[in-house]
């Protein structure tokens, strides 16, 4: 319950910071992405699984930094995965090229959430945190691409760790 209360309050405030320090670029999205899950089964053992995930995104970004609340879910091999989780992306750099207008940036994250995670009819609820890195790109002024990595740690006892690799879409407004 403590957990629910401060992510809610973490997320509030974030919200509110973004509106003000990000008023000139909000972004709304989707993200599609392959994740492997490390996990214990019923006995205790360690295992693998893969599976893709979809998710929503929206945020708020300026030339330096950007927030992205996301919320996705999974399916696979028994496993059903539902996260919300609140990114800081740091643009680590950013190249111009003239001839097409054409903008990429590298970036770092990191990102802090819940995740509710059901398998073999047993339902787990806790904390998921964690760092990626991606690159973002921009095709249009009001589109673009980004393609990053996420590796996140969970607080719960059947599931160890996520990574995933994700590409997502988003609409800047």
Do not use: C
Not at 129 to 152: P, Q
């Amino acid at each position: 319950m403590l957990n629910k209360i401060l992510l809610s309050s973490l997320l509030i405030l974030t919200l509110s910071e973004a509106k003000e320090s990000f008023s000139s670029e909000r972004l709304l999205g989707i993200e599609v992405g392959y994740a492997g899950l490390d996990s214990k089964d019923a006995i205790g053992l360690d295992q693998n699984t893969h599976s893709v995930e979809f998710g929503v995104r929206i945020g708020a970004q300026n030339k330096e930094w950007r927030t992205i609340v996301l919320g996705d879910m999974s399916n696979s091999d028994g496993h059903k995965i539902q996260k919300g989780l609140i990114s800081f992306d740091k643009f680590v750099w950013q190249s111009l090229y003239k001839k097409d207008d054409i903008v990429f940036k590298p970036y770092l994250s990191g990102h802090i959430g819940y995740i509710k995670h059901s398998v073999d009819n047993i339902t787990e609820t806790g904390l998921l945190y964690g760092a990626g890195v991606g690159v973002a790109w921009n095709v249009l002024d009001e589109v673009d691409f980004d393609l990053g990595y996420r590796y996140s740690l969970t607080q719960l006892d059947r599931l160890d760790s996520l990574s995933s690799v994700t590409f997502g879409v988003n609409y800047i407004y």
